[in-house]
C-alpha cells in the first residue's frame, strides 16, 4: 500500500512540477502575482509530492519489502538499519529519486525564501526550475521508476554491494547531490537574467548564497568520497583521478570559479556576462557527472549501478538542457551591458586570473577525462588517460592559482598598489620559503616537490593570516583595537579565509602524504613480522568473527617503534554471503596528523609449511589527516560566509550598479 | 600608462585580458598535448597485445578472462595466472594482494608491462567493485570476437544462493 503512494506520489510531483512551470511561465507573461503565487506554490507542492515517494521507498528499504524490485535486489534483511537507509539511493533508481528529491527541494526553497527577488525574475527562476524538474521526474518516472514491484517476490534480497555498507558512503550521495543539485538554482537564476536581460549587482548578489550552498555541500561530498576509497576500498590512496571522481571535481571547479567571478559582478557590476556562463556551466557540469557515472560510458574503478541503456536518455537529457540553456546565452548574452572598468592590478584582474587558471584546469581534466572516447571514436583504440596526465597539466595551474591566492584579497578594487602588496606579504613569503627549504634539509629523504608543496601550504596559510592581520591591525599593537575590528568582520570575510586556510591544510597535508609516504607488503605466518619505516608490526593473532551479516577474519598486530608500542591494528577481511562478495576493512592508527594504514590480505596456504600465511599490507601516510580536514574548514568557510549572505537576502532589491 | 597601449578604455581591457589568457592557455594546451601523447595508456587484449607488439616496459593495460585452473598463489605474495581471449593467452604475474573480485573465469585489467621474458608484469590488478558487470573494454573486445556470455544472462535479480 505504501509503496503504491509512493509511486503515486511521484507521479503527482512531476505533474505539480509541469504545473509550476505553466503556472511561473504565465505569471511572467501576465505580470500576475496570483499566478507567481500559484507557481510558487506548486514548486512547494511538487516537493511533497516527491518527498512522500522518497519516504516510501525508503519505508519499503527499511521494512525489507522484496515486492519492490529494487529493494529485493538491494536489500537484505540481515542489513543493519542505517545501510537498510543508505540502500533507499544505492542503486540507480534510488539514487535518481534522491536527485528529484533534491531539484524540487531547491525548487521550493528558491519559491520559499526569494522573497526579495524581482516579481518577473523569480516567477522565470521557479518557471526554469520546474522544468528541470519536470524533465528528471519524467525520466524517473518513466525509465528508471523506483516502485517497480515484483509479481513473485523473493523471501530474501541481494544485498547492497558490502562496500557501499560503510558509514561514510551512506550519507556522501546526500552531501554530493545536494551540492550538484544545488548548482541547479544557479542555473535556473542565469537562465531568468538572460531572458529578463538583467545582470547586475544585485542578481549577482542572489547568485552567490545558491552557489555557496551547493560549493560547500559538494566539497562535503567530494571529502567524504574520497576518505571512504581512503579507508574502505584499502589502496593507500584517496584520489586516483579516476572519472567518477573527475565527474565530481569538475562541477566542483566551476562553482569555485563562479563565487569568484560572482564577487567581481557583486561589487564592481564586471564579468556579468562570464559570470552568467559559469552559472550555466556549473549544472552543466553536474548533469555530465551523473551522465558519466550513470552511464559507464568511461571506465571507473568505483562504478556502481551503471545502466548503459538509460546512459542515452541521460545524454539527451544533458544536450537538451544545456543546449537550450547556452542557446539562450548565446542570444541575449550581447545585450548584457558591461561592467566596470579596472587596471591591470587591481582585485578584478586578479579575480578574472583565478577564473581563467580555474577554467583551464577544469578544461584539461574533462579533456583527460573524455579523451578515451574521443580517442576510440576516431581510431577505434582503447586507452585510458592515468594520473600522470593529471598531475601534469592540473598541478602546474594550480600551483600558479596558490601563488595567486594570498595577493587577491589585499589588493584594492579597480586599481590596486602592487608594491604594497608585496610589502605586506614579504613575511609570509619569506616563512613559506624557509619552511620550504628547512623541510628540504632536514626531512629525508628528500623529496624537491614535496617541499616546494609545503612552500605553497604555508604561503597560502601565513599569506592568508597576514590578510587577516592586515584588516585588524593586528601588527599596530592596539588589542582592544584589533579585537574590535576582528568581531566586526563580516562573516563572508571570516567565511574566505577559512576557505583559503583550509586549502593550505589541504596542499600540506596531500603534498607531505604523496612526498614521503612508505608503503611495504609481506605475506606473515602468525608472529611473523613487518618493517615499514621506523615502525616494525608483527601478527600477533587471527580469529574469526560473526558480523551481523558477514563473517571476518580480524588480525590483531601490534606496531612498535624504537621498542616501544605505539598501538594495536586490527584490521578486518570480511565475507558476506549475501553477495558472495569480500572486503577488507583497514586499520587506521592516528599518530598526530600522520595515518599508520594496515590492511589484512587473503589467506595463503604456504606449499610445504604447515601454518597459513596472510598477505599484509601497511601504509605510512605523513599528515594523511590533514588532506580531509583541510576540505572540511573549506566547507566551513562556506557555511559561515553562507550565514552572513542569509541575513542580506532580502536586500536584494537595494543596489543598482556601484559606480 | 605606457603609450603603446590602445587609447580606448574597453580595447585596452581586450588586450590585457588577452594577456593574461595567452600564457595560461598556451601553458595548459602544451602541458594537455604532452600529457596526452606521453602518458596515456592503451589497453590490449592478449590477441592484440600480440599483434601490436608493445615493447618491453611500456606502460599499457592487458585485459581479458581468467583462464580457469591457471592461478598459482605463491607463500610470497606472488601470482601467477593467464589472460586469455578467444584466441590467445598471456601469462600475467602480480606481486600483491588481489582484488576482492579476482575470480578464476572473470574479466579483469591489469596494467604494467610486458617483460622481456614476455611475461605480463602487472602492477595493478582491477575488477570492478560490482561483479555483475565486466570492465567495458575487456567486455567490447570479448563481443567483437563472439564471446560474451554478457550481463544478459545474469537476471537482474537472481535469487539468494542461485548465483555468484
Same mark, same amino acid.
Given at each position: ?37 500559484a ?9 511533497l509530492?516527491v ?7 525508503m519505508?519499503?528499504?527499511?521494512v ?14 540481515e ?9 533507499t539511493w ?8 534522491l ?13 520559499m ?25 519524467a525520466y ?9 514491484r ?15 555498507q ?36 544585485a ?5 552567490r ?18 576518505f571512504w576509497?581512503?579507508?574502505e576500498l584499502?589502496?593507500?590512496g584517496w584520489?586516483?583521478w ?25 561589487k564592481?557590476g ?68 558591461p ?15 583565478n ?54 584579497p ?10 604594497g ?8 613569503a ?6 620550504g ?29 597576514s ?26 570575510a ?8 583550509g586549502?593550505?591544510v ?11 609516504k ?48 605505539i ?79 542569509r ?13 | 600608462?605606457s ?15 588577452v594577456? %593574461?589568457? #595567452?600564457? /595560461? ?7 594537455? $598535448?604532452f600529457?596526452l601523447s606521453d602518458? *596515456? ?8 597485445a600480440?599483434?601490436?607488439?608493445p ?5 599499457i ?23 586469455r581471449?578467444?584466441t %590467445?593467452? #598471456?601469462l /600475467?604475474s ?6 576482492? $573480485? ?5 574479466? *579483469? ?7 622481456g ?7 595493478q ?19 567483437k ?10 537476471? %537482474? ?8
Amino acid at each position: 500500500m505504501i509503496d503504491e503512494i509512493g509511486g503515486f506520489a511521484l507521479i503527482l510531483g512531476l505533474v505539480l512540477s509541469l504545473t509550476q512551470v505553466v503556472l511561473s511561465g504565465a505569471a511572467r507573461v501576465r505580470r500576475s502575482a496570483v499566478l507567481a503565487g500559484a507557481g510558487e506554490g506548486a514548486a512547494l507542492a511538487a516537493f511533497l509530492g516527491v518527498a512522500i515517494a522518497f519516504a516510501a521507498l525508503m519505508h519499503a528499504f527499511v521494512v525489507s519489502d522484496f515486492s519492490v524490485a529494487n529493494v529485493a535486489a538491494n536489500s537484505h534483511t540481515e542489513k543493519p538499519l542505517l545501510y537498510r537507509v543508505a540502500g533507499t539511493w544505492g542503486s540507480h533508481e534510488g539514487s535518481m529519486l534522491l536527485w528529484c528529491l533534491a531539484l524540487t527541494g531547491f525548487g521550493a526553497a528558491v519559491a520559499m525564501l526569494g522573497r526579495g527577488l524581482p516579481a518577473g525574475l523569480k516567477a522565470v527562476t521557479v518557471a526554469t526550475q520546474g522544468l528541470l524538474g519536470t524533465v528528471f521526474l519524467a525520466y524517473t518516472v518513466f525509465a528508471s521508476n523506483p516502485f517497480v514491484r515484483l509479481l513473485d517476490p523473493p523471501v530474501e534480497g541481494r544485498s547492497l554491494n558490502p562496500l557501499l555498507q560503510d558509514p561514510a558512503l551512506a550519507v556522501h550521495p546526500p552531501f554530493l547531490y545536494s551540492g550538484y543539485v544545488g548548482l541547479s538554482v544557479v542555473f535556473s537564476l542565469a537562465a531568468a537574467a538572460l531572458v529578463e536581460g538583467r545582470v547586475d549587482a544585485a542578481w549577482a548578489r542572489w547568485v552567490r548564497p545558491w552557489a555557496l550552498a551547493g560549493w560547500s555541500l559538494l566539497t562535503i561530498g567530494i571529502t567524504l568520497g574520497a576518505f571512504w576509497a581512503y579507508y574502505e576500498l584499502g589502496w593507500g590512496g584517496w584520489w586516483f583521478w579516476d572519472p567518477v571522481e573527475n565527474a565530481s571535481f569538475m562541477p566542483w571547479l566551476i562553482a569555485t570559479a563562479l563565487l569568484h567571478s560572482a564577487v567581481v559582478t557583486e561589487k564592481r557590476g564586471a564579468l556579468s556576462g562570464w559570470t552568467v556562463f559559469l552559472a550555466m556551466a556549473a549544472f552543466t557540469f553536474s548533469m555530465l557527472g551523473a551522465f558519466l557515472v550513470r552511464s559507464g560510458v568511461l571506465t571507473s574503478v568505483h562504478a556502481f549501478a551503471v545502466d548503459p541503456t538509460r546512459g542515452v536518455l541521460l545524454l539527451i537529457i544533458l544536450g537538451v538542457t544545456a543546449g537550450s540553456g547556452f542557446l539562450l546565452f548565446a542570444w541575449r548574452a550581447p545585450s548584457l551591458a558591461p561592467g566596470g572598468l579596472f587596471a591591470p592590478v587591481s582585485r578584478e584582474s586578479a579575480l578574472v586570473l583565478n577564473n581563467i587558471l580555474l577554467a583551464a584546469a577544469t578544461a584539461t581534466v574533462l579533456l583527460g577525462t573524455l579523451y578515451p572516447l574521443i580517442r576510440e571514436a576516431l581510431t577505434g583504440e582503447s586507452i585510458s588517460v592515468g594520473p600522470p596526465y593529471f598531475n601534469l597539466t592540473f598541478t602546474p595551474l594550480m600551483t600558479a592559482l596558490i601563488l595567486l591566492v594570498p595577493a587577491g584579497p589585499l589588493l584594492s578594487w579597480k586599481r590596486a598598489d602592487a608594491q604594497g602588496v608585496a610589502q605586506r606579504l614579504g613575511l609570509a613569503a619569506l616563512i613559506a620559503v624557509g619552511a620550504g627549504l628547512a623541510a628540504y634539509a632536514m626531512v629525508s629523504p628528500r623529496k624537491a616537490f614535496a617541499c616546494a608543496g609545503i612552500a605553497l601550504g604555508v604561503w597560502l596559510i601565513g599569506g592568508t593570516l597576514s590578510e587577516l592581520a592586515e584588516r585588524s591591525r593586528a601588527f599596530a599593537g592596539d588589542w582592544a583595537e584589533t579585537r574590535r575590528r576582528l568581531t566586526g568582520l563580516p562573516r563572508g570575510a571570516w567565511g574566505m579565509t577559512l576557505a583559503h586556510i583550509g586549502l593550505g591544510v589541504f596542499v600540506l597535508g596531500a603534498c607531505v602524504e604523496t612526498g614521503w609516504k612508505v608503503e611495504a607488503a609481506e605475506t606473515l605466518s602468525l608472529g611473523g613480522h613487518l618493517k615499514l619505516g621506523a615502525y616494525e608490526l608483527t601478527l600477533e593473532k587471527v580469529q574469526g568473527v560473526d558480523g551481523p551479516n558477514y563473517d571476518a577474519e580480524r588480525a590483531t598486530l601490534h606496531a612498535v617503534r624504537n621498542g616501544r608500542e605505539i598501538c594495536t591494528p586490527r584490521p578486518e577481511r570480511r565475507f558476506y554471503p549475501a553477495g558472495g562478495q569480500t572486503t577488507s576493512e583497514v586499520a587506521i592508527c592516528t599518530r598526530g596528523a600522520n595515518h599508520l594504514y594496515v590492511v589484512l590480505g587473503e589467506r595463503r596456504e604456504a606449499a610445504g609449511a604447515k601454518a597459513p600465511v596472510w598477505l599484509v599490507r601497511a601504509y605510512w601516510n605523513p599528515w594523511a589527516l590533514f588532506i580531509f580536514i583541510g576540505p572540511v574548514i573549506m566547507a566551513l568557510g562556506g557555511f559561515i560566509s553562507l550565514s552572513d549572505r542569509r541575513l542580506r537576502l532580502g536586500v536584494g532589491k537595494r543596489a543598482a550598479r556601484p559606480a | 600608462m605606457s603609450g603603446w597601449l590602445p587609447k580606448s578604455p574597453k580595447a585596452r581591457r581586450r588586450l590585457i585580458l588577452v594577456a %593574461a589568457i #595567452a600564457p /595560461v592557455l598556451a601553458l595548459a594546451v602544451g602541458l594537455t $598535448l604532452f600529457g596526452l601523447s606521453d602518458s *596515456i595508456s592503451y589497453f590490449y587484449t592478449p590477441s592484440q597485445a600480440l599483434a601490436a607488439k608493445p615493447p618491453a616496459g611500456r606502460a599499457i593495460q592487458l585485459g581479458g578472462l581468467v583462464e580457469k585452473g591457471s592461478v598459482v598463489k605463491t607463500a610470497d605474495g606472488r601470482v601467477d595466472f593467464v589472460v586469455r581471449d578467444q584466441t %590467445a593467452k #598471456a601469462l /600475467v604475474s602480480y606481486q600483491g594482494d588481489l582484488p576482492d $573480485l579476482f575470480r578464476e573465469g572473470q574479466g *579483469i585489467v591489469a596494467t604494467g608491462s610486458f617483460r622481456g621474458d614476455g611475461v605480463f608484469q602487472a602492477k595493478q590488478v582491477l575488477a570492478k567493485h560490482d561483479e555483475r558487470y565486466m570492465p567495458r573494454e575487456v567486455s567490447k573486445a570479448l563481443k567483437k570476437q563472439g564471446e560474451w556470455r554478457g550481463d544478459g544472462a545474469v537476471a %537482474a535479480y537472481q535469487a539468494p544462493g542461485s548465483g555468484t
